[in-house]
């Protein structure tokens, strides 16, 4: 199975290529045949000629420049139209999603499940520096959104999440321009009937650069995805769920050993082998 990671950047020149480098060791070291797509949203820092430095040296590195509208959205949608690997992950480029969490997706998807789901919030999850007044925020709206769907998950709003291929194609249409689209995604992917599983991961605040999430800027569109997810799901009698296979996931890969991602792994292994 290739996995393509993208890394939406914008004016991430202090932080993109160790980003890059961290994952570039990380899946190498595991044996993976994987591509890397940076989509430069814009920028004007010296983002692209930091990607190119990472490029030059290993060509599974790509740099897509988005020239339409701007936005995280619309940076993620442009990365997935053009991966070409078998599942897909997206990636933080500030560094705040550790890369063996990416190699954790991977297994999980390996399994046999359509998505990868990470928490920050469960037990075996690591988090580092979180600012305190979004740690509050972060908190009411995924449990606003976890009463509301039912689906049992803390994270949603998230981005660092994987997918298969034909999960990605039946999302389609993905509407959302900006960080709503870390909302849009997986609550599709759920009430249309994807399997998935919920894996604790690693996160730490980015060592510079300045976060391009507004919260002042996204509470209505955050509202709307939900609304519009909601909507869909009960109003639509299922017209875009998709149809369940009685098929069993396939066998899970041997985990890695030697971290706590080891651990989590090996605890997966085993919920696996008695589904």
């Known amino acids: 199975m290739k996995l393509s990671v993208i890394v939406p950047a914008h004016d991430e020149a202090e932080v993109v290529e160790p980003t890059l480098r961290a994952l570039l ?6 044996g993976m045949d994987f591509e890397v797509l940076v989509v430069d949203d814009g920028s004007a820092d010296g983002t692209a000629a930091a990607v190119a430095r990472v490029t030059a040296a290993d060509a599974r590195v790509r740099c897509l420049r988005n020239d339409g509208a701007h ?6 949608r442009k990365g997935l139209e053009e991966f070409t690997g ?7 480029a500030d560094g705040s999603d550790d890369a063996r969490d990416v190699v954790l997706y991977y297994r999980v998807l390996e399994a046999g499940y359509d998505c990868a789901f990470g928490s920050r919030f469960m037990p075996g999850a690591v988090v580092r520096d979180y600012p305190r007044f979004k740690w509050c925020i972060n908190r009411a ?3 606003a959104i976890r009463l509301v769907f039912r689906h049992g998950y803390n994270d949603t709003t998230n981005a660092f999440k994987a997918y298969r291929r034909e999960v990605v194609e039946q999302l389609q249409p993905l509407i959302s321009p900006h960080f709503n689209l870390t909302v849009e995604m997986p609550l599709k992917a759920v009430t249309r009937g994807f399997s998935y599983a919920i894996v604790p991961t690693s996160w730490t605040n980015r ?3 300045e976060s391009k999430l507004q919260l002042h800027e996204m509470g209505s569109r955050y509202l709307f995805i939900v609304l519009y997810v909601f909507l869909e799901q009960h109003l639509t009698r299922g017209d875009y769920r998709r149809p369940q296979p009685n098929l069993a996931p396939r066998p899970a890969a041997t985990p890695p050993q030697g ?3 080891g651990h989590v792994s090996r605890r997966l292994h085993r919920r696996l082998e008695r589904r």
Request: aromatic residues 8%; glycine residues 10%.
């Open 141 to 143: 709206v995924n449990t």
């Open 86 to 92: 078998d599942a897909v992950v997206i990636v933080m």
């Open 25 to 30: 060791e990380q899946l190498t070291a595991e």
């Open 71 to 76: 936005g995280f959205g619309y940076a993620v």
């Open 207 to 209: 060592s510079a650069g």
């Open 259 to 261: 971290t706590i991602h």
